[in-house]
């Protein structure tokens, strides 16, 4: 059984920073991709960030140069550096596994809010 959980979601002020983990168990972490995706009341989920099993990103153009994907194969986790934080950031953050670079997996964790405000 695929587990996905993330963390270090929370309150922040537009240009601060924060990392956002996943911590993965139940699949063999070191093949799958991994992906951030964001989410906001009456939207679409839409990508935020994906990153191969060889460490290759890929990444919404919306937060490039602001935000960087990232694995640690040897921990089962993917995090999500977000730097220069803006409001329009603010969503439940979504960790995804499978797929490929640029398509999604089939497997989800339960979100953690993300809330950029002064």
């Known amino acids: 059984q695929v587990q996905l959980v993330e963390s270090g979601g929370g309150l922040v002020q537009p240009g601060g920073s924060l990392r956002l983990s996943c911590a993965a168990s139940?699949?063999?972490?070191?093949?799958?991709?991994m992906g951030w995706y964001r989410q906001v009341p009456g939207k679409q989920r839409e990508l935020v960030a994906r990153?191969?099993?060889?460490?290759?990103?890929n990444y919404a153009d919306s937060v490039k140069d602001r935000f960087t994907i990232s694995r640690d194969n040897a921990k089962n986790t993917v995090y999500l550096q977000m730097n220069s934080l803006k409001l329009e950031d603010t969503a439940v953050y979504y960790c995804?596994?499978?797929?490929?670079?640029?398509?999604?997996?089939?497997?989800w964790g339960q979100g953690t809010q993300v809330t950029v405000s002064s």
């Open positions: 995804n596994a499978g797929g490929s670079k640029y398509n999604r997996g089939n497997y």
């Open positions: 139940g699949l063999i972490f070191g093949i799958n991709a």
């Open positions: 990153i191969s099993s060889g460490g290759s990103p």
